[in-house]
């Protein structure tokens, strides 16, 4: 096992740069997960670590060791791609077996290591079959498995689970979370899904047009994402965003005025008249059960709470401030109901996420509260976080 350091690392394709000044640290044993939208660069820099491309300059070390020059066979990592890339004439014991043949590892320690990776990701009872006998899941666990006998001193990961169905994909994530747990070994994982991020990572790396955004534990990023990429990014559904203009001491976004707080107003005094963007999580969106919907006898709203969602009902944050939204999409999911609104008269959308007993229909009028305690505003311009700062 090892550390991997990345120092100004560049990849220039003719007049296109891939990825650019990429300086991070994994420290040995960590998982980390880079992530981000199609064409970010996130699979680049996997490449480089496993020796599949060049950089065009900066450094690149595993275990305080220059790989720049050395080739990809002798770097001791071991890739799982997103195609699984079996052997499709060898059984699933010779599949996991073939890289520590190739390194001529003894016979007899090839066997008990190919057995004892079976049994790991419960792929005994499958070692005579072939790649074309086997489900999706099974074949990417025998991948798994091939990396994992060569005890390499990191893994890469390049999306490995994007070809899965949806119940197999959590149900291998956690496998894979688990497997961390027990090995140990430095893991580099890409992924453009942020459920996959959030749930696997000790650390993300979120990056896009072949910069890093931002780099921090998932909790850390999602409580306070460092530009409004990064907010939207990481959530589901994403952060809503709303353009507003700062003036007379609030926020007007559609016709519709916000007031805010005096903290608020210090860190914007300079910004009169001036557009931005507003950030809010649709958690942090409230229906107001106290305003006068035409709907509130169909809902029974008699308790002011119980149009909150469950996890919100025990105490109502404050500062909070009122909004009014045409509900256009309804979504039940059981536990919780999703909502895509609009403001009245406006194309821009934001997204609810409410408590799945309360009753809401498309064409509902809504009033709701925001919750000043998570707002993000963010410069229209560069997208940085003006708040919180």
């Not at 893991?187 to 931002?214: C, F, P, S």
Request: aromatic share 4%; with cysteine.
């Amino acid at each position: 096992m090892a550390n991997v350091r990345l120092e100004d690392i560049k990849r220039r394709f003719n007049n296109v740069t891939a990825i650019e000044d990429i300086t991070f640290e994994i420290p040995d044993g960590e998982f980390w997960v880079l992530v981000g939208p199609s064409g970010c660069g996130k699979s680049t820099i996997l490449r480089t670590i496993a020796g599949l491309e060049t950089a065009t300059s900066g450094k690149l070390l595993i275990g305080d060791r220059l790989m720049n020059n050395i080739p990809a066979r002798q770097r001791d990592v071991a890739m799982v791609f997103q195609n699984y890339a079996l052997y499709p004439h060898m059984t699933v014991a010779q599949n996991i077996a073939f890289g520590l043949q190739m390194r001529k590892v003894d016979a007899k320690i090839i066997q008990e290591r190919v057995v004892t990776v079976a049994r790991s990701l419960s792929l005994e009872h499958l070692l005579e079959r072939k790649p074309k006998q086997l489900s999706g899941g099974q074949q990417q666990r025998v991948a798994l498995g091939r990396a994992i006998a060569r005890e390499p001193q990191v893994f890469l990961l390049d999306e490995p689970l994007s070809n899965l169905d949806a119940q197999l994909r959590d149900d291998t994530r956690a496998e894979l979370k688990q497997l961390h747990q027990e090995l140990g070994i430095t893991t580099v994982y890409v992924t453009h899904d942020q459920v996959e991020a959030m749930t696997l990572a000790d650390k993300i790396v979120v990056l896009n047009r072949g910069r890093i955004q931002q780099i921090g534990d998932p909790q850390s990023i999602y409580a306070l994402p460092a530009n409004q990429m990064v907010a939207t990014f990481l959530g589901s559904p994403p952060m809503n965003i709303l353009p507003a203009i700062y003036k007379n001491d609030g926020f007007d976004i559609g016709e519709q005025l916000i007031q805010v707080p005096a903290g608020i107003q210090e860190k914007l005094q300079l910004r009169q008249g001036q557009s931005c963007n507003l950030g809010i999580r649709p958690e942090h969106i409230y229906i107001n059960s106290d305003s006068a919907l035409s709907n509130a006898s169909r809902l029974n709203w008699g308790n002011p709470r119980t149009a909150l969602a469950p996890q919100h009902a025990a105490q109502l944050p404050l500062p909070l401030t009122a909004l009014l939204v045409d509900v256009k999409v309804v979504e039940p999911l059981g536990r919780e109901t999703l909502i895509r609104a609009s403001l009245p008269g406006s194309i821009v959308l934001l997204n609810l996420q409410i408590g799945g007993d309360v009753r809401v229909r498309t064409g509902d009028r809504l009033h709701t509260q925001l919750d000043l305690n998570h707002l993000f505003v963010f410069d229209s311009k560069t997208g940085d976080r003006i708040i919180p700062n």
